[in-house]
């Protein structure tokens, strides 16, 4: 399980360190996307298969279906860390996130989501206001 909240740069080469904390359990081989919201979603190769099968069963003649596949998995790419715990993000997932120099990273459960810090700090601002009415709208979670 991914947990927290994590600040740092990305460098000229497009670099990011990735939290120590999340190196383990990430593994040798991942896989980074084009998240919802302006981010990042990267997923360990388990979690990343799982979520395969799930869009392997989506219906091909749905349109909706056909658009959010061709979008997720064009956007996709294989990645590793260096052995300064940093991986390369590709340009066009730096240009989807926003990302320019500095950025968030958090743990999500089961994934990992890197956004540009100014992307995050404005969506935590909408999203706090709400957040006790967000709660309240998935009830069943026993908080």
């Not at 991914?2 to 081989?29: H, T």
């Not at 749905?62 to 940093?86: H, I, N, T, Y």
């Not at 066009?92 to 950025?103: C, N, P, S, W």
């Not at 994934?111 to 009415?133: F, L, M």
């Amino acid at each position: 399980m991914f947990l927290g909240e994590y600040q740092n740069s990305i460098d000229a080469k497009g670099r990011a360190i990735i939290p120590a904390k999340f190196r383990e359990e990430l593994g040798e081989s991942f896989v980074i996307t084009k998240g919802l919201e302006t981010c990042l979603f990267i997923y360990p190769m388990s979690q990343w298969e799982k979520f395969q099968e799930k869009i392997a069963d989506l219906p091909l003649t749905s349109k909706e279906s056909r658009a959010f596949v061709r979008r997720f998995f064009a956007g996709a790419v294989e990645c590793g860390l260096d052995k300064q715990g940093r991986v390369n993000i590709p340009q066009h997932l730096r240009e989807h996130a926003k990302i320019d120099k500095e950025l968030v990273t958090i743990g999500v459960n089961e994934r990992i989501e890197i956004w540009a810090k100014d992307g995050w700090d404005s969506y935590c601002e909408d999203i706090d206001d709400d957040y006790e009415e967000i709660l309240q709208g998935i009830s069943g979670l026993g908080i």
